[in-house]
């Protein structure tokens, strides 16, 4: 998931998973800059989120994903310095933050031609993060309820696949039944870009899962479906998944 950077505008650009290919230079805090792995970004399917009309609960503040929720989304989205145009032609910096929905031309923020450190990115990636805690306060009920580990990894989801996606999905269906057994099978469905299936997406997932039931035992399901969902496309949209409501 990635936030459309313009003054004025509070859009979401969902993007697919991130993989790891080539090489690129990234700045580290008290190492300078390294060449690193560059991260190719899956395929993107584009939903432009509002969010500014979702209220929270009565009395509540917006929860922040704590340090090890930013660990995982930073892990997954991977840090790129410089500007650069991912594989869907948008202008990306930092922790998969787009700039602009197109290619990188020279008009882009000076902060960003120059390059930005790690720790600019950091922060980037909490402001645009802010869209995915504020769905799942809104979306999941009790959501205060929830433990740290499973507030971040569904935020990490949300970030990932979008407000509308999850709004639509059995995973926030089981959640609000307090049917936690079936969370980790609903988790690991979001694996796909069209028909494809992507490593990167499912190491996602586990992760998500792992943080979710941290200092718990992850149950078992067998009775839910096993139909993968492109996360461009989203389950209610999808024919072979909308079968199972």
Known sequence: MKRYHKTGALLILLVGSVLMASCDIKHTSGEGWKIMP????????VFLEEWEGQSLP?????????????ELTKRSE?????????????????Y????????????EPEEFRRGITEDRGTQ???????????????????????????????CDFVFNVGRRNFERSTLRKVLN????????????????????????LATRREMEIRLFFEGMEIPRSETDSNTLIDIRVGEQMDKSASEQY
């Open 177 to 200: 039944e307090g049917n936690y057994d079936r969370v980790p099978n609903q988790f690991r469905r979001w694996v796909n870009v069209g028909l494809r299936t992507w490593p990167g």
């Open 124 to 154: 980037i990636l909490r402001a645009d993060m802010a869209m995915a805690e504020r769905a799942v306060m809104t979306l999941v009920d009790n959501a205060q309820n929830l433990t740290d580990g499973q507030y971040a990894a569904l």
């Open 78 to 94: 991977g840090f790129i310095y410089r500007i650069y145009d991912d594989l869907g032609g948008y202008c990306v910096v930092g």
């Open 58 to 70: 009565q009395g509540a503040g917006l929860r922040k994903v704590y340090d090890k929720g930013i």
């Open 38 to 45: 560059r991260p190719l970004v899956a395929p993107p399917g």
């Open 96 to 107: 998969g933050h787009v700039i602009k929905p197109n290619r990188c031309d020279g008009t």
